[in-house]
């Protein structure tokens, strides 16, 4: 018996997260968004972004300018520099008085960087190096710069206006005659023109440099702006209404929103005739001047999925930048993070471990532990007892919450997280990975002493290994009477006597690394490492893959609910940096169905196979297998997605193929292929080095 999908049957990505769009910019033709989850980039305008973040140690970017091949990212723990496209950031901030970054722009040579509530900060040496130029700046909450020729305009939020410097930021000047709004959000220069957005004030223009201003807020409905941008003789005003567009140097303003679904409006860049807007629900683009918006977010959040979770109708994932939500099995996601960050902006975000018991929610962020009782809305820390322990698994049983750690063993908690205690009497291993329990025996599966069991809460443990022959034990499930372990590069064991002794279950097993496990009814379902989704009908006797579809082969967490099973995934450490993909995917319960057994030497599924050797030199072989006639493409990209050769375009018959490819004209590197068949499509590393 063998597990076969329906037609068109396959892993489907659940919808991007939509994110807070704070900063956009373009270099060749190459767009960069700043947000809240870091920096990610376009490079075939919008239809797809990647996650540029390696070196990026705070990932709350408010601000990106460019300075010919130099990228700049103002962050909430400083400014980075990427001169690699976005590839890899190196933090400048020597200097700079405090890590907030509000804004940035560039003059020349010269980097000016305002900073939350220390005024503006100067470089002249590409951000090696950083000094306060604040003399006359009487209001140091500066949020906004215009620059026109050697003078330079700095916006204030907290009521001080605008303000002028025409020596480089040596001395300000407070320049608000007819600004009856002082709280401005942004600036623009258009000529001799200079725009000022401010809040719930709407528009004011000065002629004169700054000489004095005029309100210009006829047809401006909404007239708290956030942000400007000037294309020839069109203006364009970001308020938190939508956009407005102005072709009379601001006499009058139109609402130009047609498709624009989110009307949080916080930056502007321009693409040849293209405009983006970045949103509180990702970016937009216009080709026609704004007079209908597209959304342009497709695989805007590509980030490390650590765990799932699953209450009535929520579905919660724990990742690299914090607990998201979806309400509608995984449709539309969106951030539920409030309270997890107890300094704004710091990179404790990843969360390891997700559960949920009745009404609450609980999750593990690097050494500490949060309770939500209000599904996800606001996080509260419970971590009295807790010395520093990364919690990896929950797991509870009456009362009691056990959570397995890193370095910590177990820890217990008896009144609903307010206190956690040690009970560890016996561990051998204090490392734990995942915990499940049974009736009420607790199992704890261990780096590398195996299984541990506890029938007394906690209170003692004994190692149960008889059998077990690898015990790097990376993930543990219960169905029925039966008890699975999944290893490191040893497969899955199975007991079915609490443990007493195991079984090696790994036939069709073509991944021996076991992150994760999920059961329903009869059917258990495995995620690997690297090796994607198994499922097996017979209580682990065999194996079959099912992976149509499926875009990441690292399943690191697996959930049932609504009839459908969602896969938590990662890419590899270097393609997630660089433009991995990572998410959460799922698929139809229903579509996986039982029928008879094919000829063994004839293809059940469409395979796409590692290339031999890898890493090569210079020449590699990719091995696939379809199993209908199919037009079939086979792609190799960069790591910037640019199209670097093309193996195969044409129309196959079902069987087994060989391709070989020879790179002898490319640089040493990170190479992608990439194999579409129909609705199928995969993608693959292989390692170039010279």
Same mark, same amino acid.
């Given at each position: ?14 919808? %991007? ?54 990228? /700049? ?8 520099? !990427? ?35 220390? @005024? ?6 590409? #951000? !090696? ?31 001080? #206006? ?26 623009? +220069? ?159 975000? !990843? ?49 009691? &919450?056990?959570?397995?750690?890193? @370095? ?43 299984? /541990? ?36 590069? @040893? ?7 609490? %443990?007493?002794?195991? $079984? =090696?279950?790994?036939?069709?097993? $073509? ?13 258990? /379902? ?14 682990? !006797? ?37 433009? #991995? ?21 004839? =293809?059940?599924?469409? &395979? ?6 890898? *890493?090569?030199? *210079? ?6 297998? &379809? ?53 199928? +499509?995969?993608?693959?590393?292989? +390692?170039?080095?010279?």
């Amino acid at each position: 018996m063998t597990i076969a999908p329906t037609n068109n049957a396959q892993w489907l990505r659940s919808n %991007g997260i939509d994110v807070n769009i704070n900063a956009l910019t373009v270099i060749d033709s190459n767009i960069f968004a700043g947000t809240a989850q870091g920096v990610f980039l376009s490079t075939n305008n919008g239809s797809s972004w990647y996650a540029m973040n390696n070196g990026l140690t705070n990932t709350y970017v408010s601000a990106l300018v460019v300075n010919g091949s130099s990228i /700049f990212a103002g962050t909430f723990n400083g400014i980075f520099l !990427s001169t690699n496209n976005g590839i890899s950031w190196t933090a400048l901030n020597n200097g700079l008085a405090n890590p907030i970054i509000r804004s940035l722009a560039i003059s020349n040579n010269n980097i000016f960087a305002a900073i939350a509530n220390k @005024g503006v900060f100067l470089s002249t040496n590409n #951000g !090696s190096s950083w000094t306060a130029i604040n003399n006359g700046l009487t209001n140091a909450s500066v949020t906004s710069f215009a620059i026109s020729n050697n003078e330079i305009f700095a916006g204030c939020s907290n009521g001080s #206006g605008v303000f002028l410097s025409t020596n480089n930021g040596s001395s300000w000047t407070a320049i608000n005659n007819g600004l009856t709004n002082t709280t401005v959000m942004s600036l623009a +220069v258009n000529g001799g023109n200079i725009f000022a957005g401010t809040l719930s004030g709407g528009m004011f223009l000065s002629a004169n440099n700054g000489s004095s201003w005029t309100a210009i807020n006829n047809g401006l409905t909404n007239t708290t702006v956030m942000s400007l941008a000037v294309s020839g003789g069109n203006i364009f005003v970001g308020t938190t209404g939508g956009v407005f567009l102005s072709t009379n140097n601001g006499s009058s303003w139109t609402a130009i929103n047609n498709g624009l679904t989110n009307t949080m409006v916080h930056s502007f860049t321009f693409n040849g005739n293209n405009i983006f807007v970045g949103t509180n629900g990702g970016v937009f683009l216009s080709t026609n001047n704004g007079n209908s918006w597209v959304d342009a977010n497709s695989i805007l959040t590509s980030i490390y999925i650590y765990s799932l979770a699953v209450s009535n109708n929520n579905i919660y994932a724990g990742t690299e930048e914090g607990v998201f939500r979806s309400t509608d099995n995984g449709s539309n996601w969106n951030i539920a993070s409030t309270g997890l960050f107890h300094t704004p902006g710091l990179l404790d975000t !990843s969360v390891n471990a997700l559960n949920i018991n009745g009404g609450n929610i609980f999750a593990g962020i690097h050494n500490r532990i949060f309770l939500s009782t209000n599904n996800g809305s606001i996080w509260t820390e419970v971590n009295s007892g807790l010395t520093n322990s990364s919690v990896m698994e929950f797991a509870f049983y009456n009362n009691n &919450i056990f959570a397995g750690a890193k @370095g910590e063993g177990v820890i217990l908690s008896t009144d609903n997280g307010s206190n956690w205690t040690k009970v560890n009497s016996g561990l051998t291993d204090l490392n734990i990975r995942a915990i499940t329990i049974k009736e009420n025996n607790v199992f704890a599966g261990s780096s590398i002493g195996g299984v /541990f069991l506890s029938t007394n809460n906690g209170s003692s443990w004994t190692a149960i290994n008889n059998g077990l022959s690898n015990t790097s034990v990376k993930s543990l499930a219960v169905n029925g009477g039966n008890i699975f372990a999944g290893t490191f590069g @040893g497969g899955i064991f199975l007991s079915t006597n609490d %443990g007493s002794s195991w $079984t =090696p279950v790994s036939s069709g097993l $073509t991944n021996k690394t076991v992150l994760s496990f999920a059961v329903n009814g009869g059917n258990i /379902f495995a995620g690997t490492s690297g090796g994607g989704v198994f499922l097996s009908t017979n209580n682990g !006797s065999s194996w079959t893959a099912i992976n149509q579809g499926l875009g990441d082969t690292i399943v690191v967490s697996l959930i049932i609910n609504g009839g459908y099973i969602f896969a938590g995934t990662a890419p590899d450490y270097i393609a997630s940096k660089n433009g #991995g993909i990572g998410g959460v995917w799922k698929r139809p319960l229903s579509q996986i169905t039982s029928v008879t057994q094919p000829p063994s030497n004839f =293809p059940i599924n469409i &395979i796409l196979n590692q290339n031999y050797p890898n *890493p090569f030199n *210079p020449s590699t072989t990719i091995s696939f297998s &379809i199993q209908s006639k199919s037009f079939v493409t086979l792609k190799i990209f960069d790591v910037i997605g640019r199209d670097v050769a093309t193996l195969v375009s044409e129309e196959l018959p079902a069987g087994n193929q060989l391709r070989q490819w020879n790179a002898e004209k490319l640089s040493s590197g990170i190479y992608f292929y990439r194999l579409q068949a129909g609705t199928f +499509v995969e993608t693959k590393k292989l +390692v170039l080095l010279k």
